[in-house]
């Protein structure tokens, strides 16, 4: 198995520098790019609406839209692999060295939280191939540079744990009650221990009514020392317009793909 991590560091607006280490059999192999690349504002609201609104409504003329944007994007694909892989010859090595392991390579992004969104690393596109990277690697993922650090607990001195508990619940009193997932909070705490802790319910469980929530409690001194989201949904493929269009009737929260 080889892994090959991309570490990605900004060095100023639109231009990124970026390490790449190869380990796995053999010796291990190191190399630096830099280079521009940046999402125009429409390149931007063509990805949220390909990957957020398209599957919701693929009626016409969304499926001409969607081609456009999928050329685009195996535009930009195969500009970034070109600007990372074709750098320089320590990067061509690199990919050199990968290519025909592809299937057995785990790929790793790691980048800060600023700088997370400003390049579209799952959109690598081998040009000779014409595949995506994500696609054909053994694993693509992404990683927080400090993930390792213990996480920052908030100082309980007096008074009880509040805990607000997020229970989206799309199909209303046929769906989950929310005292079934409330009491798995709870579960195996004694009577005492259970004193310690207030658990509120979030209603209506919208995020405009989180984020008032929060911004009260916080004023108020009673700021939240957990927050539980539990969400509920469904994935379905539908073959029959006519099918979709009864689904649609009875299960209207419910984001359902079009025919495949």
């Known amino acids: 198995m080889l892994h090959l991590r991309i570490k990605q560091h900004p060095i100023a607006e639109g231009r990124h520098r970026v390490d790449l280490d190869l380990t796995g059999d053999g010796a291990p192999r190191a190399a630096t790019a830099e280079l521009a690349f940046g999402l125009s504002?429409?390149?931007?609201?063509d990805l949220r609406w390909y990957l957020e609104d398209f599957l919701q409504y693929p009626q016409e003329p969304a499926p001409t839209i969607a081609r456009r944007v999928e050329g685009r994007m195996s535009e930009m694909g195969t500009k970034?692999?070109?600007v990372v892989f074709q750098a320089n010859n320590d990067t061509r090595k690199i990919w050199s060295r990968m290519e025909e392991r592809l299937p057995e390579t785990r790929i790793e992004i790691?980048?800060?939280?600023t700088e997370a969104a400003t390049i579209p690393w799952e959109l690598l596109r081998e040009p000779t191939a014409d595949a995506a990277l994500a696609?054909?690697?053994h694993s693509f993922v992404r990683a927080q540079p400090n993930t390792a650090r213990a996480p920052r607990l908030p100082a309980i001195e007096t008074g009880k744990i509040r805990?607000?508990?997020v229970l989206c619940r799309p199909r209303g009193g046929k769906d989950v009650p929310f005292r079934s997932v409330a009491s798995q909070l709870l579960r195996g705490l004694s009577e005492a221990n259970?004193?310690?802790?207030?658990l509120d319910v979030l209603r209506p469980p919208t995020f405009e009514q989180l984020g008032k929530t929060l911004r009260e409690a916080y004023r108020d001194g009673q700021p939240y020392h957990v927050v539980h989201f539990d969400g509920h949904g469904t994935y379905m493929e539908v073959e029959e317009p006519g099918a979709l269009r009864a689904l649609l009737g009875r299960l209207t929260p419910v984001v359902l793909a079009g025919p495949r």
Request: aromatic share 8%; no cysteine.
């Open 135 to 137: 696609l054909t690697a």
């Open 163 to 165: 805990i607000l508990l």
């Open 41 to 45: 504002p429409q390149d931007e609201e």
């Open 110 to 113: 790691v980048t800060g939280v």
């Open 194 to 198: 259970r004193e310690a802790y207030d």
């Open 80 to 82: 970034l692999f070109e």
